[in-house]
């Protein structure tokens, strides 16, 4: 192979994110919500205690599809706990367990590729905290991983 006609791409990465953070709506209870969008293609959701019946509502500065989701346990959560990753409504991910123990590691274990697309500043990519049916309140903190590929 001649390295010597090779071409060399390089992507600018403040032309691709031009937002350090997006900005978070939510309702229900929680004490904190922070978004960082990161040059590794990643949308990291930074929880504070959440309760059940909790929604956490971002800002899309950029169009993307979400490719995986991955929740860091930062407290350990009760039994029954689920968060559902949504565009608007429409569900993207199945439920993910929650009721684990401090720093376990949980993956979507679905991703619905007729919601995954989300436009430039759709506004509507929503994390939903939840109990399953018969359990009790869940409360518990959690950092919320979403990779994403710019479209």
Avoid: H
């Amino acid at each position: 192979m001649n390295l010597a006609n090779r071409k060399v791409y390089k992507v600018n990465q403040s032309q691709i994110y031009t937002y350090p953070t997006a900005s978070v709506v939510t309702s229900g209870s929680i004490t904190s919500a922070a978004a960082v969008l990161n040059p590794n293609f990643t949308i990291v959701v930074t929880i504070g205690t959440v309760n059940n019946a909790t929604t956490v509502t971002l800002d899309t500065p950029f169009a993307f599809t979400v490719d995986d989701v991955l929740v860091q346990m930062t407290s350990a959560g009760n039994s029954g706990g689920t968060l559902i990753v949504s565009n608007t409504t429409d569900a993207i991910t199945d439920a993910i367990d929650l009721g684990n123990g401090d720093t376990d590691l949980q993956r979507a274990g679905t991703i619905d590729d007729a919601y995954y697309t989300f436009a430039k500043d759709d506004n509507d990519l929503v994390l939903t905290f939840a109990a399953t049916e018969g359990s009790t309140v869940s409360t518990y903190s959690c950092r919320v991983i979403i990779y994403v590929t710019p479209a």
